[in-house]
């Protein structure tokens, strides 16, 4: 297995189940330069991460990516506990994760400069970190007494942390919140997540 990466990026999560699983793999570190060069693009049009290369099959996007781990590795855990229901609180907050919390991010990575004026574009950051805001105390309340998001590890559980991340960055007000800071704590000091950071040049 070969990983595409960007320092950062959501693909920053699948870089830390792979750690987590413990197989063998490779890692591209890519910029925003071979993102775009005509041998990526060739394989992947979207010229983004992350990106799974696997006995020549390429897959992409990060939900995706994560489940294929997940299935293709059950001894890890990290798809659940077998049952239906273990793996639906699993893809809810994966869910979570990829379609509400991380496209609110969007107007920090300079989706909305086509508004042109600099007090609108701060505007609309604003605006995203007081949603961001409210979907993240969702998250603390769903891990009070919980070490992970549904009780155990799984693959939902360093998406999370890559967002929290970009809210740290994009300076949201996660002031209280003491269950998704001591969650964010506990992952900082985990030896699979510290090892992806390294790799990335993140710590």
């Not at 570190?29 to 693009?41: C, E, I, N, R, W």
């Not at 693959?155 to 209280?176: C, H, M, N, Q």
């Amino acid at each position: 297995m070969k990983l595409y990466t960007k320092p950062g990026a959501c693909s920053l999560s699948d870089h830390i189940v792979l750690n987590w699983i413990g197989a063998p793999f490779d890692v591209e570190v890519m910029d925003a330069t071979t993102l775009k060069s005509p041998g990526y693009l060739a394989r992947n049009p979207n010229g983004n991460v992350p990106a799974l290369e696997v006995d020549g099959w390429l897959l992409t996007q990060n939900a995706a990516i994560l489940n294929y781990l997940a299935d293709s590795f059950p001894a890890s855990g990290l798809g659940g506990d077998g049952t239906p229901k273990g793996r639906a609180e699993i893809n809810r907050w994966l869910a979570f994760v990829n379609a509400d919390v991380h496209p609110t991010f969007h107007p920090m990575f300079g989706s909305t400069s086509y508004l042109g004026g600099e007090a609108m574009i701060e505007e609309s950051k604003n605006n995203a970190r007081r949603k961001l805001r409210g979907l993240f105390e969702r998250v603390d309340a769903q891990l009070k007494g919980k070490d992970w998001l549904t009780g155990s590890r799984s693959i939902a559980d360093p998406y999370l942390f890559v967002t929290l991340r970009w809210a740290k960055e994009s300076k949201v007000d996660l002031s209280g919140l003491d269950n998704l800071e001591r969650f964010f704590q506990h992952m900082c000091a985990d030896a699979g997540v510290q090892k992806a950071l390294k790799a990335e040049r993140l710590a």
